[in-house]
């Protein structure tokens, strides 16, 4: 009788856990098959023919190149390519430097305004980008910066500044500070502290800085909308829009060959520096 | 000698001279060389660059009036600078002086100075030019924003043709009494609420389901399924978005086409094909469920990270107290995410606030017009690019709204991270 009821019971723990995996599995399927299903039409469409209305998940051929050949030879699509390239390094670069010096200086020193300061760096970063750009066009206007890559670069680099320094400064605070106390008795200046003690161990944020500053002017259509206004001097988020902006004319082909183009280096940069801001992510964030 | 820090600071009015007094010559000769600057600048270009400010413009054709505002606020800004250089001066005569009295060697030649600086002046160095940029790229475009919220600068006012002028209140009464744009704003402000709690709440709810489910053990390939998840953050969101708007397509996207025919057949269902574009609900509905897809690998990511650092002896001693896999979600799960994730759930929430892009990009704000230039799917950050993108453009207008706006994202925000205690000011 009790051994009756003990095999009864492990049944039923079997039986619940069986129901148990069987509904984890389910649910992480039918999400991983949400998750790729868009992508995958976009990634099939892009080797259709150009003439394709339908944007549908299809295996049938026939399949072609044509479409990057297309992209290359027939729109400007280098060109804004290219445009993007030069404003993201030039971003990238500045606002890495620019936000490493603000960051340590915010961790390691103490003066007068700092507190006063950080709390204005962080009510900034709240105001939205939209706030400044009709200024952002007078701006431009007064400047002769329309149309000019030198502008919309200062504007992107200006406006990561103050919650990227944030995290930079929470980073670099999880850096113990014994390390800069021991190269100081051993007679380090502050620039031997910052470039030969700390920065090497800093290195991950600064690797996730440096994406998330190159990814931003490829994924900003706002402002690149707002201020370039010549056909030839679009970055490539704007210019692909235009492919499909027409309802009566959308190339939609074209736009997945070029929408591939573009993310599968950042996709590529965003897993090969994964593991780096998943620490940054936490570290940052649970200090705050 | 003693030195009186009173006398100091009185002399100090003119800066330098409390310096001077101070027998540091070379700290006078800047100060007072600043000082002069100064007072050039403000003779030869600040002078009338704020009665520009004022004025706005008196000619037609001759004055830029929105130039003159750019202008003007610059003067501002040069000016709170000053001010604050006036008072550290003050500051400083009066603290050498004590400091001279207490017996404290201070700096007097170029090679002390310099070492001086090296160590006090460090880290203003080093922040500098992270505050230029600043300066250039948000703090002078924001005020001139807000000074154009309270201007008449619309398409009837386009400088240099004509004057704009300072019309006080007028943009924000017209938003609240004008029956036309107090009915915009209404229905803008409210779908704006809506999406903003639907959306982010999908997507933290979902963040943290998934979080919950993927991180048990006895899953396997859980770095395939961890790539996976993480697609939609890491491809772009302008080109996810764009792609959706093509799959939503009434006539040819994959939803109407492919999936309703699916799920039809599957389950013997008779689902007719949904508007998606053309029926504000159902615009509506697609943008949240886009949101829930796009944003949820973020909150994944943090709450996976959180889930490891949560310590298995908690769970063990709540199962030998008996307590239920609901009661231990309820009572280590999340709190213990809470207490971290707090401040970043909040920023999503602020963010989806203000998501120009997705609304922009999947269907232009439309379908329709809920007057004042507005589609039935606009928020208020589409609305007001509208305002100032359409044909006749409002840009006082939109600029009131987009004060409006940040007091609410900014008050909202330092209420919770006050509330949370997040953002700790140390050290």
């Known amino acids: 009788m009790a051994e009756k009821i003990h095999t009864k019971g492990k049944s039923s723990i079997k039986r619940s856990r069986f129901i148990k995996y069987f509904l984890t599995y389910l649910f992480m399927l039918l ?111 007064l400047l002769n910066g329309l149309d000019h890559y030198w502008f919309l670069t200062l504007i992107y680099i200006g406006g990561g500044i103050p919650m990227n320094t944030w995290l930079m400064k929470g980073y670099f605070d999880t850096v113990p500070y014994d390390f800069d106390e021991s190269a100081k008795l051993d007679g380090a200046g502050n620039f031997t502290i910052f470039w030969k003690i700390v920065m090497p161990l800093v290195k991950p944020m600064i690797a996730v800085q440096a994406l998330w500053a190159f990814m931003g002017p490829f994924g900003d259509f706002m402002t690149a909308r707002y201020l370039l206004r010549e056909e030839s001097n679009l970055t490539v988020a704007v210019g692909l829009q235009q492919f499909i902006s027409d309802p009566k004319d959308q190339q939609v082909a074209l736009f997945a060959a070029g929408a591939i183009l573009i993310a599968l280096p950042i996709c590529a940069l965003f897993f090969y520096l994964q593991k780096y801001f998943v620490t940054g992510l936490t570290a940052g964030g649970a200090k705050g | 000698m003693k030195k009186s820090p009173n006398q100091a600071l009185g002399l100090s009015i003119i800066p330098g001279l409390g310096q001077f007094y101070n027998g540091q010559k070379l700290k006078a000769g800047l100060f007072f060389g600043a000082f002069l600057i100064f007072v050039v600048e403000m003779i030869f270009f600040g002078w009338s660059a704020l009665t520009g400010l004022i004025t706005l413009g008196t000619v037609p054709m001759e004055d830029h009036s929105m130039f003159l505002m750019v202008k003007g606020t610059l003067q501002l800004l040069i000016l709170v600078i000053f001010i604050m250089f006036y008072v550290l001066n003050l500051r400083d005569a009066r603290q050498t002086a004590k400091q001279i009295n207490e017996g404290h060697k201070i700096p007097v030649s170029f090679s002390e100075m310099r070492e001086s600086l090296g160590t006090n002046g460090f880290p203003y160095l080093l922040t500098m030019p992270a505050y230029l940029l600043m300066i250039f790229t948000i703090i002078l475009p924001v005020l001139v924003t807000l000074f154009m919220a309270f201007t008449n600068y619309d398409f009837n006012h386009i400088p ?80 996810t978005i764009l792609s959706f708007s093509n799959i939503f397509n009434d006539s040819a996207g994959a939803i109407n086409v492919q999936v309703i025919p699916f799920l039809n057949h599957i389950f013997f269902t008779h689902i007719p094909s949904i508007d998606w574009m053309t029926d504000p609900f159902w615009t509506k509905v697609a943008l949240i469920m886009i949101q829930g897809w796009l944003g949820f690998p973020y909150i994944y990511v943090l709450v996976t990270g959180i889930l490891q650092s949560i310590s298995d002896d908690l769970y063990e001693a709540a199962t030998i107290d008996g307590a239920t896999a609901l009661q231990k979600f309820n009572n280590i799960t999340l709190p213990a995410i809470f207490s971290v994730a707090a401040p970043t759930f909040v920023t999503q929430y602020t963010f989806n606030f203000n998501n120009f892009s997705i609304i922009y990009l999947f269907n232009n704000g439309g379908p329709g017009d809920v007057g004042g230039g507005a589609g039935n799917s606009d928020i208020l950050i589409s609305w007001i690019y509208k305002l100032t993108t359409n044909t006749t453009p409002q840009y006082g207008l939109a600029s009131a709204v987009t004060i409006i706006i940040s007091a609410i994202v900014i008050g909202v925000s330092l209420l919770v991270f006050k509330k949370t205690n997040a953002f700790k000011m140390e050290g």
Not at chain 2, 167 to 189: D, I, P, Q, W
């Open chain 1, 31 to 141: 999400l991983s098959l949400v998750i790729i299903y868009p992508l995958l039409i976009t990634v099939m469409t892009a080797f259709k023919n150009s003439d394709v209305v339908a944007f549908t998940l299809s295996f049938q051929g026939p399949w072609t190149l044509k479409n990057f050949q297309d992209l290359f030879m027939t729109t400007l699509y280098g060109k804004w390519y290219w445009n993007t390239l030069v404003i993201s390094v030039a971003t990238m670069v500045i606002q890495v430097a620019v936000v490493t010096l603000a960051g340590y200086t915010y961790s390691r020193y103490s003066f007068a305004g700092k507190k006063w300061s950080l709390t204005f760096f962080l009510v900034v970063q709240m105001v939205p980008t939209m706030a400044a750009l009709t200024a952002f066009y007078v701006l431009g206007m």
């Open chain 2, 160 to 239: 240099p043709a004509q004057l704009i002028d300072w019309n006080g209140l007028e943009n924000f009464k017209n938003m609240f009494f004008l029956s036309t744009y107090r009915a915009t704003f209404g229905a803008v402000f409210s779908w704006t609420l809506i999406w903003t709690m639907c959306a982010t709440t999908l997507q933290i709810v979902l963040g943290i389901f998934v979080a919950v489910v993927a991180h048990q053990d006895f899953i396997k390939f859980k770095r395939i399924f961890g790539i996976i998840f993480l697609l939609p953050w890491a491809v772009p969101a302008f080109v």
